[in-house]
């Protein structure tokens, strides 16, 4: 079925260093992907999104790149600062899908000073 | 401009109970969409409201059913509670016309005990 993955559960970075987080998909059909990020006791908050016919997307700190050839979409933010600690969920939205979000896991980011 | 509201925030309900949960999408937006956020994972949809009518929906019980006002206010309804039902809700709204992000609320947290 549709999935959408992350492969590592927990990344543990230190104030100022780069963060990537990485996520695999299983339905080439879709037509766009989103990077969010939920704070404890909130919803999830739109980062960055990508769509299909692009390999990557820069906004501020952070970049998404889509490689479709392995299904694999990842977020790279740069010089993570404290404020960026949260859970990171990728998800896509197959084409024609009315805007259904399929979400992974979620990865936790902690960043240590 | 007041982003997606939920309400209430928290509800304990016993097994067996009906509960009824309330959002308000975003001035413009007239797409929303439930979703149930179970502990340390992502968001599962629900389904998705548009015109006061159900446009899709996920892998969920006929216990889960919505509805959607004029003003595009949306209720999500869950019947026969189950300890398993108790889970962060989230509602997100969305437009057409205004590309494909969605905004979250900060979600109801129901515990069925």
């Known amino acids: 079925g549709e999935s959408v993955g992350l492969h590592l559960p927990t990344l543990s970075v230190q104030e100022g260093d780069n963060s990537i987080i990485n996520c695999a998909y299983s339905n080439s059909a879709s037509d766009y992907f989103i990077w969010y990020k939920q704070e404890s006791g909130k919803g999830p908050q739109f980062i960055i999104d990508i769509r299909s016919n692009m390999d990557k997307r820069q906004g501020q700190r952070v970049t998404v790149l889509l490689n479709k050839t392995v299904k694999h979409l990842s977020l790279q933010i740069a010089a993570t600062q404290p404020g960026d600690s949260a859970v990171y969920f990728c998800?896509?939205?197959?084409?024609?899908?009315?805007?259904?979000?399929?979400f992974g896991a979620g990865t936790r980011l902690a960043v240590h000073p | 401009d007041a982003g997606v509201t939920q309400s209430p925030t928290h509800l304990i309900k016993t097994r067996g109970q009906q509960v009824t949960l309330r959002c308000s999408p975003k001035s413009g937006h007239d797409t929303v969409s439930w979703y149930q956020q179970a502990l340390g994972q992502g968001p599962q949809f629900i389904f998705q409201?548009?015109?006061?009518?159900?446009?899709q929906r996920g892998n969920f019980p006929d216990r889960f059913s919505g509805h959607q006002f004029p003003n595009y206010s949306s209720e999500l309804n869950v019947n026969a509670l189950l300890l398993g039902d108790s889970a962060l809700y989230l509602c997100a709204s969305s437009s057409p016309w205004a590309g494909y992000e969605q905004y979250f609320g900060p979600g109801t947290r129901l515990t069925v005990t």
């Open positions: 998800a896509e939205t197959p084409w024609g899908g009315y805007n259904k979000l399929i």
């Open positions: 409201y548009y015109e006061e009518e159900e446009r």
